[in-house]
């Protein structure tokens, strides 16, 4: 772009430490970053998300080793939080979909890390980490039908470049053949033009040829529970669709009882 002019460049840096860099350093009364002992609202995926992408903006665009040090370490600071209020079982309380956005956007910050470090960095003994991964396919019942609860929609097809992330770093052929599965079920030739963005793009682009060569498989396990999110599925025939299934929600996500409640008063006062 400097090509065409000099300053887009520059004003491009400019503006990514004006509205993305300083903000965040400058800042930790957000919510999202969970620094603010005061507010009482629960992370979710808005802290993965928007620290992935800060992360990524360093990593990339900011040349000053001091301030992009500083950047690092208040995303891992801030992505601490998020991963410690996950429960032990790894269950995403706002549904699989979500998963996508929360889960599988915590593999790509992690693998940020690592690349960033020559790979010095290693979470394959990590194992709240992994059970996060593996929780979608806990949900999968078959094709593109997931247990849903919470806001979740029972149709999707998770991106097979996350679950295969969590595939290589915990080096799980399960996930490995989950995810060549997903591949397999996006239509592999539609896959590259599903992405949502350049990052999506550049990450189907990567893991393209490995999804291809890796034998299609889901896991369908005969059970799954996960004590902490309260879900249990169960099915007749393990590895298949045949017979009957079962999934089962205990309790809420934290959201719509409130609502409920609040709807519950409004019908009694009229």
């Not at 665009?61 to 500083?70: K, P």
């Not at 470090?117 to 979608?136: A, F, K, P, Q, V």
């Not at 999506?200 to 682009?205: E, I």
Request: proline residues 4%.
């Amino acid at each position: 772009m400097s090509k065409i002019h000099q300053m887009i460049p520059k004003r491009i840096d400019y503006e990514l430490n004006r509205r993305v860099i300083r903000p965040f350093l400058d800042n930790s009364h957000m919510w999202w970053m969970g620094f603010d002992t005061n507010n009482s609202k629960k992370l979710n995926n808005w802290n993965i998300f928007i620290n992935t992408n800060i992360l990524s903006t360093a990593l990339l665009a900011v040349d000053n080793s001091t301030v992009r040090n500083q950047v690092i370490t208040k995303s891992i600071q801030s992505a601490d939080k998020f991963l410690n209020s996950y429960p032990n079982d790894g269950g995403c309380d706002e549904g699989p979909r979500y998963w996508e956005m929360a889960g599988g956007v915590l593999i790509e910050f992690l693998q940020l890390l690592t690349a960033s470090t020559d790979n010095h960095l290693n979470w394959s003994s990590n194992e709240l980490i992994h059970n996060i991964g593996s929780y979608i396919y806990k949900m999968h019942i078959d094709h593109n039908r997931f247990v849903n609860f919470a806001d979740a929609s029972p149709f999707l097809t998770p991106d097979p470049t996350k679950v295969l992330k969590y595939g290589t770093v915990f080096n799980d052929n399960v996930m490995k053949e989950f995810a060549s599965y997903l591949y397999h079920l996006s239509k592999k030739d539609k896959f590259l033009l599903s992405s949502r963005d350049l990052h999506s793009f550049v990450n189907k682009l990567l893991s393209h040829e490995i999804l291809n060569t890796i034998t299609p498989k889901a896991p369908q396990m005969a059970e799954s529970w996960l004590p902490d999110l309260q879900v249990i599925t169960l099915r007749s025939h393990e590895g298949s669709a045949k017979g009957l299934f079962l999934g089962a929600k205990a309790g809420t996500n934290g959201i719509y009882i409130k609502l409920n409640l609040i709807h519950y008063e409004k019908k009694l006062l009229t």
